[in-house]
């Protein structure tokens, strides 16, 4: 079972609120990353990070920002959150050890935004 | 395009029988590939990892392989049981990039019933 982490599990806010999906790991892995999934379709990777103070946008063009301050914690912010913004996002965690390194999976935070 | 598809995407069996789920991929350069299982409302989980040299790797029930000229893979579940019932991804990373850019198909969905 991997250490990592992802709070709140479940999340139901109103159009326009700030939130912040939190995001750590206990493995000291030095890549980070954050993806959204709509039921049935593959996961798209919005951000990632080699390590401290290093994030880069992924594939996927998102609202969201986020920040890497500890190696551990890699946390996700929508400034205003919109009905859009539904879905599951996923965190993971991989060693810097070449091509063939492991991404571990957080359990998920299913967001919904009326 | 770098695609990766997989069949079939919904497959009910009854306990204790067989199946196989089909993973075909145009990722080039091609550096591994991945199946994770991924149980609702959690995040994946890894299941095996073969790079292009491997053309077979096995954990305890499931066992995948590679046809890495045909850019083909299978996974192989044996003697189902109800907690194999999961989306069941396949994910292919290509040596483009240092991130090792991964791709992933949206996922064939196992039900196992009693």
């Known amino acids: 079972e991997a250490d990592i982490y992802q709070t709140p599990r479940y999340l139901v806010i109103g159009t326009g609120k700030k939130i912040t999906l939190e995001c750590s790991q206990t493995?000291?892995?030095?890549?980070m990353y954050w993806y959204q999934q709509d039921p049935g379709m593959e996961l798209h990777l919005i951000h990632y990070?080699?390590?401290?103070?290093?994030?880069e946008k992924g594939d996927l063009s998102s609202e969201s920002t986020v920040s890497r301050i500890r190696t551990e914690h890699f946390p996700l912010t929508l400034e205003s959150a919109r009905p859009s913004h539904t879905s599951q996002y996923l965190c993971?965690?991989?060693?810097?050890?070449?091509?063939?390194?492991?991404?571990?999976f957080g359990p998920g935070t299913r967001l919904t935004v009326l | 395009k770098n695609q990766v598809e997989q069949s079939p995407q919904s497959l009910i069996i009854l306990e204790g029988k067989n199946c196989t789920l089909q993973?075909?991929?145009?990722?080039?350069?091609?550096?591994?590939l991945r199946w994770y299982k991924q149980d609702t409302g959690r995040g994946p989980v890894s299941l095996t990892i073969?790079?292009?040299?491997?053309n077979t790797k096995s954990n305890g029930r499931y066992t995948a392989t590679l046809d890495a000229d045909t850019k083909q893979s299978s996974l192989h579940i044996t003697a189902s049981q109800l907690s194999d019932s999961a989306s069941y991804i396949c994910?292919?990373?290509?040596?483009?990039?240092?991130?090792?850019?991964?791709?992933f198909g949206r996922g064939t969905q196992l039900t196992v019933w009693p």
């Open positions: 993971a965690s991989s060693e810097s050890s070449g091509s063939t390194d492991t991404q571990y």
């Open positions: 493995m000291g892995h030095d890549k």
């Open positions: 990070s080699y390590g401290v103070n290093s994030t």
């Open positions: 993973c075909n991929y145009t990722v080039s350069p091609f550096s591994n």
């Open positions: 073969m790079t292009f040299s491997e």
């Open positions: 994910v292919v990373s290509d040596r483009g990039s240092t991130l090792g850019r991964l791709y």
